[in-house]
């Protein structure tokens, strides 16, 4: 499962694993973040939260204060 955040060009894939799932955020095909999840809607969620952060972290490092 693959959800593209349009906005960041974040990618959040989730891989379905023996003892749960593993949420990734890709970004310009390099890993930007991972983590575990006990099924896949919480890995989704998980992965959405952490692309939205890595966003929010980009703007943030992109102002001119």
């Not at 960041?8 to 390099?30: F, H, K, M, Q």
């Amino acid at each position: 499962m693959s959800h593209m955040n349009r906005q960041s060009a974040y990618a959040v894939v989730v891989r379905a694993e023996p003892p749960g799932c593993t949420w990734i955020v890709n970004r310009a095909d390099r890993l930007a973040l991972s983590g575990p999840a006990p099924d896949p809607v919480s890995a989704q969620r998980r992965g959405a939260f952490a692309a939205g952060a890595l966003h929010a972290l980009e703007r943030i490092g992109r102002r001119w204060f």
